[in-house]
C-alpha cells in the first residue's frame, strides 16, 4: 500500500498538529490527569487510562499516584528515544527522566503523525527535530495546570507556586503537594492557551548525558524484540519467494513437505509458498523438503544489465532539479573544464534480527506483533490483505534489532497476515537470512556524471551534476515524486556548496519487476555525499589546491558548514605528516539540516586493501539534548557507512541477488572498527537529527583518504578490497 499525501497536506502539516491538537487534559474517572489517552500496549497501562471519558491528547499521562508517562510516537530502533523523548518532558515538567516512564504510541496518524513528515513514520532523523518543541510543550501544560490546580487548592496565587521534583511548591507558607496528589484537580481544569517555555540557560536535564534506559535489558537479554514474541499454541512460518527476480512458482512437493515431523501445514499465495510447523527448525526443513521451483522472471538479468540502463538514462531525458545562471556559458569560457562518471551499488541493510512478525486472528480482529519505524501504515496494509476494516487490526510493536529504513516497509507484516488468515491459530513468520537478503528493499543503484568549469584562479564557475536511479518516492510516497523528480535522488547533489552557475538534474531508471528499491540510512545524499565529496577533491587536485583550504573558499558564504570543517581539521591534524601508505581524507554534508564533517585515515596495503585507522567527526545539529546518545548515533552511522564504503554490494547475477548472507555481504568486526573522535559545536540552534549524517559523510572521507595514500582516484563504490589494483 502506498501512503498518499497530497503537497498541500505535507506543506500545512506543521500548522495542522497544533499545540492545541498534541496538548488537551481530559478526566479519567480515576481522577487522573491525562494529557494523553490511547490504546496502550502493555496491561499495566491500560489500566491506567481505560476509564477515561475525554481522550484527546497525546503524549503525557499523570496518574493519582503521580506516575508520569511518556507515550512516545517514535518507535525505538537504537537511536534513543526512549531516553532522550522523556528528557525533553522532564525538562518542562520538572521530574527527572529517570521517574517517567516510556509507552509505545498505537498507531494513529491523527495524534501521533510526525510533524515533519505528516504521517506516522520513525525515519529521516526526524525524531527529536520534530518532537522538540511539542513535547516541551506537553511538559509546560502540564506543569501549568498542576501549579493552577495546587494554587486553587490552597487559594493562593499561582505566581507564588512554583514547580520542582515532582511537587508543587507555595514558597510563602512551605506547603507542597505531589502531582499525584493535584493529578485529579488539575484534570479539571482548562487548557492554558499559552505556555512559557524554559529558558535554555536554565535547562537542568537537556544537555546532561543520560545512559540509554534500553542498555541494560539489551545487555542482559530480558529486552524483547518481535522475533522473541510467543502466544500459546503459536507455530512458526518459513516462507519464501522466488530467488529469481520476478520468477512464478513452477511446482513443489507437498507431501514430502508434510512428512517432515513438526510440519503442520503448506500454504500459498501469490508466489510465496511457506510451511508451517511447531519450531523453526521442523519448518526450515519442511521447506527443504517441499523443494519449491521457479520459472520464469529476469533469469537472464545481471548487474550489468542494471548498470547499462543506468548509463542509457543517464545519457538521454533529465528531468531538473536545479538551474541557476548560465553552467554552458561558464564552460564556454573557463580557464579548466573538468568531467567525472561515478558509481554507487545497490546496498543492502543487513539487519541482526531478519523480517519477522507473528499474526493472531480471530473472529473479532486480527492482532499483530512487529517490530516496525511505521505502525500505523502497517495497520492499514494488513487490514487492507486481509480485508478487515482497519480498526479491528491491533498492532503491538517491538525494539527491533537494526531497521535503517528496512522496517519503513509492510511487505513483511502482509505476508504474516496472509499466511494467517489459512489457519486458525497464531502464526510468527520468520524469514531466513536468504530470503531477508534476495528480498530486501534495496538502495538502489546510482550512476552519476559531474562537471565542473574553473576560472584563471582555480575557483568553480559552473558546477553539474545529473543521477540516474531508481526512484524510492514514486514507490513509497508518491504525492512527493512531482513531475518525474525524486528529490532525494538529488539530495546533496551539490553539497553544502553553491555556485555561481548550478545544474542539478535526475534521470529516473528502474530494476525489473520483483527488484524493490527502498529507503536505506539516508538514500541519496549517501551516494551523492560521496560522489560530490570525491568530486571536489579532484577540483582541489586539479588546480593544486589543499583540499580543506579549497572547501574553505567554496564555503565563504555557509559559516556553520565551514565551522564543522574548520573544527574536525583542528582535531585532527590536518596537514601533519603521514607514513607511506597512508593517508588522510576529508568529507563535508550537509543533510536533514546538520552540518557533518569527517576526517578519515587509512591504511592501504600492497594488494589494495584499506583498513580505516581514525575518524575525526565535527557535528553541528543545533542544541544536542543528550550528548552521550548523539555521539552514539554519529558513532554508530560511521561505521555502518564505511562498512558500506569498503565492502558492500549487492550482485545480480542470472536474475539471482548474488549475496545471501553475512560471508559474502561483509559487515566491519570489532577489530576493524576505527578509533573514532565526535566533536559538537555548541549552538542555541533548533535541534536536527544525528541518526544519517555519520553514515553519509563517511565514504567521501575514506575515498578522499585512499587518493591521498596512492594517488588513485576511485569512483566506483565499495573501495575497501583490493579495488586499487582491480
Known sequence: MDMKVSASEASSVDSRLSRRHFLRAGV??????????????????AADASAATFAPGAFIRIDTAGQVTAIIPQVEIGQGVYT??????????????????????????????????GFQATGGSTSIAAFYEPFRQAGAVARTMLVAAAAEIWGVDASGCRAGNGTV??????????????????????????????????????????????????TTGRAQYSIDFMLPGMKIAVAQASPVIGGRLGGMDEAAALSVSGVRKVVRFDETVAVIADHTGAARKGLA??????????????????????????????????????????????????????????????????????????????????????????????????????????????LM?????????????????????????????????????????????????????????????????????????ARWTPAWFVNGLDPDAVDGAAGPYRFPNQLIEYSRSEPPAGLMTGWWRGVGVTHNAFVVESFIDEMAEAVGKDPVEFRRLLLAESPRAKAVLDLAAEKAGWGTPMPAGKGR????????????????????????????????????????????????????????????????????DKGRIVQTNFDTYRVMRIDEAPTIEVHFVENDQPPTGTGEPGTAAIAGAIGNAIFAATGKRLRKLPVGTGAINA
Open 28 to 45: 479519567a474517572a480515576g481522577g487522573g490527569l491525562l494529557i494523553s489517552i490511547n490504546a496502550p500496549m502493555f496491561p499495566a497501562a
Open 84 to 117: 532522550s523523548m522523556p528528557m525533553l518532558l522532564a525538562e518542562e515538567l520538572e521530574v527527572e527522566p529517570g521517574q517517567i516512564r516510556v509507552e509505545h504510541a498505537p498507531p494513529d496518524d491523527k495524534l501521533y503523525a510526525n510533524p515533519k513528515l
Open 169 to 218: 511548591i507555595h514558597d510563602a507558607s512551605g506547603r507542597s503537594l505531589g502531582y499525584g496528589d493535584l493529578a485529579a484537580k488539575a484534570a479539571t481544569l482548562p487548557v492554558p492557551e499559552t505556555v512559557g517555555l524554559k529558558d535554555p540557560k536554565d535547562f537542568r536535564v537537556i544537555g546532561r548525558s543520560l545512559k540509554r534506559r534500553d542498555s541494560v535489558d539489551k
Open 289 to 398: 523438503a517441499l523443494n519449491p521451483q521457479w520459472d520464469g522472471g529476469a533469469a537472464a538479468y545481471s548487474s550489468s544489465d542494471l548498470v547499462g540502463e543506468l548509463d542509457k538514462a543517464i545519457a538521454g531525458t533529465a528531468v531538473v532539479a536545479t538551474n541557476e545562471g548560465d553552467v554552458k556559458g561558464a564552460h564556454s569560457v573557463a580557464a579548466r573544464t573538468l568531467d567525472a562518471r561515478y558509481e554507487a551499488p545497490l546496498l543492502a541493510h543487513a539487519t541482526m534480527e531478519p523480517m519477522t512478525c507473528a499474526v493472531r486472528i480471530t473472529a473479532d480482529g486480527c492482532d499483530v506483533w512487529v517490530g516496525t519505524q511505521v505502525i500505523a501504515r502497517v495497520q492499514s496494509a494488513v487490514a487492507e490483505a486481509i480485508g478487515r476494516p482497519v480498526e479491528t487490526v491491533r498492532v503491538h510493536n517491538f
Open 401 to 473: 534489532g537494526g531497521a535503517f529504513g528496512r522496517r519503513l516497509e509492510t511487505d513483511y507484516a502482509v505476508q504474516a497476515a496472509k499466511i494467517a488468515r489459512q489457519v486458525d491459530f497464531p502464526v510468527k513468520v520468520i524469514w531466513t537470512r536468504e530470503e531477508d537478503f534476495q528480498h530486501d528493499a534495496f538502495r538502489p543503484h546510482y550512476v552519476d556524471t559531474l562537471s565542473a568549469a574553473l576560472d584563471a584562479n582555480g575557483i568553480p564557475t559552473a558546477f553539474s551534476h545529473r543521477v540516474a536511479g531508481s526512484s524510492v518516492m
Open 585 to 652: 581524507g576529508v568529507s563535508v554534508i550537509l543533510l536533514f539540516g546538520t552540518y557533518v564533517a569527517e576526517v578519515a585515515e587509512v591504511s592501504v596495503d600492497d594488494q589494495g586493501d584499506v583498513r580505516l585507522d581514525r575518524v575525526v567527526c565535527a557535528v553541528d545539529c543545533g542544541r544536542v539534548v543528550n550528548p552521550d546518545g548523539a555521539k552514539a548515533q554519529i558513532e554508530g552511522g560511521i561505521i555502518f557507512g564505511a562498512s558500506a564504503a569498503l565492502y558492500n554490494a549487492i550482485d545480480i
